[in-house]
């Protein structure tokens, strides 16, 4: 029996097993992929999978059927799937909560939906302090997105409540009625 065929078995087992979390889960989806495509990296293997997802037959048969025995070997959707692998684009704290399981996977999810929020590891402390359900956790990572004004390039407008009352004035005199 070659290495690689020893290895897919110990994946496939170890995808079968129920205590197993689901990062050390993508952890074995990835090596699994990476055994058959010991070239791609981590966002490629994901480009991969979220693609096949939508449409098989944009990436490689090879490709493929790999996904496909990973499908089959661990009974998960490709949704699924691809949601245990966006996992493992979190912070490492955060990664470590979800397999410690101080907080949901499925808030986990929350979190890897919105890698780009400025306030995503402010929201996660909160939430470790203070645990929250996961529509409280979308609204806290919502408002950390809306955008903040920067005030310090504005010039102040003292005047800005009189101006309506200084137009009305110039068209007046403009207009040629003087105020007596």
């Known amino acids: 029996m070659m290495r690689s065929e020893i290895i897919e078995i110990q994946m496939i087992e170890n995808f079968q097993r129920e205590d197993i979390d689901p990062i050390d889960m993508g952890n074995a989806f990835v090596d699994f992929i990476k055994v058959k495509h010991s070239n791609a990296d981590f966002d490629q293997i994901l480009n991969n999978v979220i693609s096949y997802g939508i449409d098989p037959g944009r990436v490689d048969n090879v490709f493929a059927s790999t996904v496909d025995a990973i499908v089959k070997s661990s009974g998960k959707s490709m949704t699924s799937i691809k949601n245990i692998l966006t996992l493992l684009k979190l912070p490492k704290e955060i990664r470590d909560a979800v397999k410690k399981g101080l907080i949901g996977v499925s808030q986990g999810y929350i979190f890897a939906a919105n890698l780009e929020n400025p306030g995503l590891m402010e929201v996660f402390n909160a939430i470790l302090e203070k645990p929250v359900t996961n529509a ?37 005199i403009e207009k040629g009625a003087l105020f007596l």
């Open 136 to 172: 409280a956790l979308t609204t806290m990572l919502k408002a950390c997105t809306k955008v903040k004004r920067d005030l310090s390039g504005m010039k102040p407008k003292p005047f800005a409540k009189y101006y309506p009352n200084l137009r009305a004035m110039k068209t007046a």
